[in-house]
């Protein structure tokens, strides 16, 4: 008659039946979560041959100076642009102590290929994608990227320049193949 038997009634200590079932019962909700959680975590894990490409050759060639395209790479937008030769200047003049997080164009971009800035398209505040690619996007008051989702605004090198963001667009790891094709990872 464990269902009449009160705690009040069991003295101090005593493990009473109603008990060893709350621990099976919670013993048994652990292992089931586990079966369900781990499904779930290894679906999320990315698939060979999501991780098969690791990299991404991209043609420079059909971008128009001005403009810039989107490619995936491992799940992340790259944004690769093009730059005009008044974008790059405007770039390169910025003084280091007027940035949010000082870098100079140089180290962002590949020696002879300041024409082509390649960043990762995603905010450093809390990772929207970034608008200024398309022709009709907004580009923001420095012409490179503007953050719909709180207002961060980055230059022509990717570069904050107005927060929240905390920190510059990132730069994938990417090599030159030639002048006209890139390897991106
Ligand atoms: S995520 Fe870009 S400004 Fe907040």
């Not at 781990?38 to 698939?47: F, G, H």
């Not at 997080?101 to 962002?108: E, F, G, N």
Request: proline share 9%; with cysteine.
């Amino acid at each position: 008659m464990a269902e009449a038997l009160s705690t009040s009634t069991v003295p101090h200590g005593e493990t009473t039946k109603r008990d060893f079932l709350a621990l099976v019962t919670g013993a048994s909700a652990l292992v089931g979560l586990g079966a369900i959680a781990w499904p779930l975590i290894d679906s999320m894990n990315p698939s060979k041959d999501v991780l098969a490409l690791g990299s991404v050759e991209v043609n420079l060639a059909p971008i128009p100076e001005g403009q810039g395209i989107t490619v995936m790479w491992r799940g992340k937008p790259v944004f690769v642009r093009h730059r005009t030769a008044k974008e790059i200047k405007e770039a390169e003049d910025v003084q280091l102590n007027q940035l949010i997080d000082p870098q100079p164009d140089s180290d962002r971009v590949k020696p002879g290929h300041a024409q082509w800035i390649v960043l990762i398209g995603i905010c450093t505040h809390l990772g929207c994608v970034p608008l200024g690619n398309k022709p009709t996007d907004p580009r923001g008051n420095w012409g490179g990227w503007f953050c719909p989702c709180h207002g961060s605004q980055y230059d022509t090198s990717g570069r904050v320049r107005h927060g929240p963001a905390p920190a510059n667009l990132a730069i994938p790891p990417y090599t030159f193949l030639d002048n006209t094709k890139i390897k991106i990872g």
